[in-house]
């Protein structure tokens, strides 16, 4: 057993649109049956059916040589990141189950589990429910699934398998976190999260069941869920090597932190590029992070860059007041600088914007907003702080940094700004982020109306000019590089807004 | 009557999720069910409409301060750019007709018209069908909605009003181009393409035909279609001015033609940024275009810029070949210099990347791809040159610029380059701009395989660089502003494809 489309990849997308993409699954499951042929073993396999013309996301068990077995999805999750009814078709709610030996199995494809309409025509006793499942990463999202899982035990009287995909596709993730939980919805067997095995579980085990002693630690997940798409993405898109430019700050102190435990110091290049504004604290914290890493860092001032460039276009603005252009023209410098860095030595540029920056526009469109991947886009600023801290405590196997406590109190407890102009925070610009972040969540992820954002404590003033800020850089935000999802509702395929709008909340 | 989902704009899209936003719509339709009261007047209305926690995209009659007559949409597009079934429920497939004086009326909600399947349930004669519309203006899509009301028409024996939206909403452009269609399926009105209008239409009009004068030209309707998207893009954000980058070349050449025709002159500031590699020819094409124009040109040398920039960079690029990277890094000196002059005077800049230039990645990320709406981005580098042609012979009553043959033959004529290199051509690097369209309509237009396309004349070779140059540039068309859409497949809405994807044809 794999899990959900498995072979194609979680979306295809307008892949599925071709005829030679869904004539090329057809050929890879043809293959499959063969390889079943005079073998005791049942594969069971999810693919993209063509028949007559209409697509189905279908499952076929196949056995020496044929098909023994199929279902088609018939709940096609159409909400947030998915857009099945895009491509599938359903024949409507299907009530069977699959024989083997003695056992009454039910297959479920992902959303099917989740569907409180599915679960009521299937009312019957069986011994297993399995389910197959391609269910992209979000905090909190796996107590959630053990909680839809022990549903459908009593909704079944059955032992469950959640078999879930690992891996990630552009800012999907998926975490893997499989697990069979037995009649009574306790996990007697729990698969690794962000790393792909076999598993082979004997029916024995399902009956036996012996609490594990590993925590559940939501932070560790959301980290190592960086780690890992990150890891995923330059090696499906054959990078080696990634760049950053270091601040000083926080936010790329954490994007370094997290490169290096994906790829290892050896393959990380961290570029200061200081101007007249930047403080010298910045520089001090910026080298010493570097240093503790072992990771080379360039310094490369961009001042006289940008003062030929005033220079190139004072004729223009001569006798106009500086402005945000000023701030940008650094900024954008710096994405050049970069730009051209990943240019000549193939290595992808992160960039390093968080969530609440994002949101509000409090960011460059082609200076920091450069980068083939947004590392944190879908991190909040009190998040990116949570991590920080989080990982100089902690350690995993699989991070390619051995040390904890990398990233000094300096670059955690200092003002955020953006050293674009003397003395700049971003407090002069913004609200504070702990209210900044929680009236986001509200406007973003809730989509709360101002009523009930005001019973939590802020002024109508303050929720207005978010919401404002968050419309008027819908168009920065469509221009944004690729991220990780972790949240309920990123910026990539979950939140789709006008970029024209004039509606005020 | 007004078109689909007139008070919202179309699509709302998330928006439709907010509650707020639906309270909102229900607060104006009881307004306008206040405003028929006393009145003879009945008002149609097709508006969000939430149902006991379900939305439904209905349709209301309102008569003297009461609903009555009220249809949900039954068939939900969702392809291409539409994505109702993510928002909308249906309650199956309606039959119900609406009586008025002796008439009756079947009302059809956009999609309905199009369906097969709802004709078929409703094979009944009227006397009216009444089809409301947000209908995206496509390049030859005029003629096939002709089709389809005439096939309505058969289906109901049946006089028809097509009432289609007009205006526009970021990507998406709404010709009008209304129309009252008689049981012979003979055009009785015409309303105009893109501008709106109240009409009065009288039944006797209906029953008396005449045949209409003006010829029905595409490239006319092509052409006015990018300068009505353009004007609402900037009225609707609030821009009063454009600034574009001339090269001298065929493509910045039109994007000028276009955003002059849409502003006026005094409306558009034009920029000369030439380097070493720029020829005199370019740079007196673009001089010649600007003066002819009399569109404000600034020459700013981005000469010595470059050479600071790679100066800068010297310690770094050391020994190592030029390559791409000097290439962009030109590029990406005009983007920052135009940016800071679209920041300091609060104008728009227009991005001047054709489709062909688009599809295989041929365009700076951060470079010549910066602006905030990319105005030919749906349009083959051929169709540049046919629509720059029709330019230069026809004048329309709204375009600002009074004059025809503007762009010189020198700008049409003269081989694509991209001045980035000493003696560069676009055919160094690409097919021929005549043979790479071609296999572009086919990969991307009508999703061909392989096979398909070597049949149209293609060699094997070209059509799998062309795939892969295609495949290759999926992440930088995801940053890429937005434009009108004026194919049938465009990349804004249209086309949804993995970033990270290995399919190969």
Request: aromatic letters at 10%; one cysteine or more.
């Amino acid at each position: 057993m794999t899990s959900e489309l498995s072979l194609t990849g979680y979306p295809p997308q307008d892949l599925l649109l071709r005829e030679d993409f869904i004539k090329k699954t057809e050929l890879y499951k043809t293959k499959l049956i063969s390889l079943s042929k005079n073998k005791k073993t049942i594969i069971v396999l999810n693919v993209p059916n063509n028949e007559k013309g209409k697509l189905y996301n279908s499952l076929f068990l196949f056995r020496n040589g044929s098909i023994v077995f199929k279902k088609d999805k018939s709940i096609l999750p159409n909400y947030g990141v998915f857009d099945e009814k895009r491509y599938f078709k359903t024949n409507g709610v299907d009530k069977d189950f699959f024989i083997y030996k003695e056992s009454k199995i039910k297959f479920l494809i992902c959303e099917e589990m989740w569907s409180d309409d599915y679960m009521s025509h299937n009312k019957k006793n069986c011994d297993f429910v399995i389910s197959l499942n391609a269910s992209p990463f979000e905090l909190k999202k796996f107590n959630i699934r053990k909680k839809i899982a022990k549903k459908n035990i009593q909704n079944y009287n059955s032992n469950l398998i959640y078999l879930n995909l690992v891996g990630s596709q552009d800012d999907l993730i998926f975490d893997g976190g499989s697990f069979v939980m037995n009649r009574k919805g306790q996990i007697v067997f729990q698969g690794n999260f962000f790393s792909d095995e076999e598993y082979i579980v004997s029916e024995n085990e399902i009956n036996c069941f012996k609490p594990s002693k590993k925590k559940f630690d939501e932070l560790e997940n959301l980290y190592s869920a960086l780690v890992y798409s990150l890891r995923n993405y330059m090696h499906q898109n054959r990078f080696k090597k990634a760049i950053i430019g270091l601040s000083g700050g926080i936010d790329s102190a954490l994007c370094l932190m997290i490169t290096a435990d994906a790829l290892g110091s050896e393959n990380v290049n961290s570029f200061f590029l200081p101007s007249t504004y930047t403080s010298s604290e910045s520089k001090k914290d910026a080298y010493q992070l570097a240093k503790k890493l072992e990771i080379d860092l360039k310094d490369i001032s961009i001042e006289s860059m940008r003062k030929k460039i005033l220079n190139e276009l004072s004729f223009l603005f001569e006798g106009l007041p500086q402005n945000i252009t000023e701030e940008n023209i650094q900024s954008r410098i710096r994405g050049l600088i970069l730009m051209a860095v990943s240019n000549k030595f193939n290595s992808l540029l992160i960039a390093t914007g968080n969530k609440s920056e994002l949101a509000v526009g409090y960011s460059t469109l082609y200076g920091d907003m450069c980068g083939g991947f947004s590392l944190i886009k879908d991190i909040y600023k009190s998040q990116v702080v949570q991590l920080v801290k989080w990982r100089n405590e902690h350690l995993l196997d699989n991070f390619k940094i051995r040390e904890t406590n990398v990233i000094s109190n300096n670059i955690i407890c200092k003002e955020p700004t953006a050293e674009l102009k003397p003395n700049q925070k971003d407090s002069d610009t913004l609200p504070n982020y702990d209210i900044l972040d929680k009236i986001l969540e509200h406007i973003i992820d809730r989509r709360s109306d101002i009523s009930s954002i005001m019973k939590s404590g802020f002024s109508k003033r303050t929720i207005k000019k978010v919401w404002k800020m968050v419309k008027n850089s819908e168009y920065k935000r469509y221009q944004s590089a690729i991220g990780p999802k972790v949240s309920q509702m990123s910026f990539d395929k979950d939140r789709r807004f006008p970029l024209t709008n004039k509606f005020v909340i």
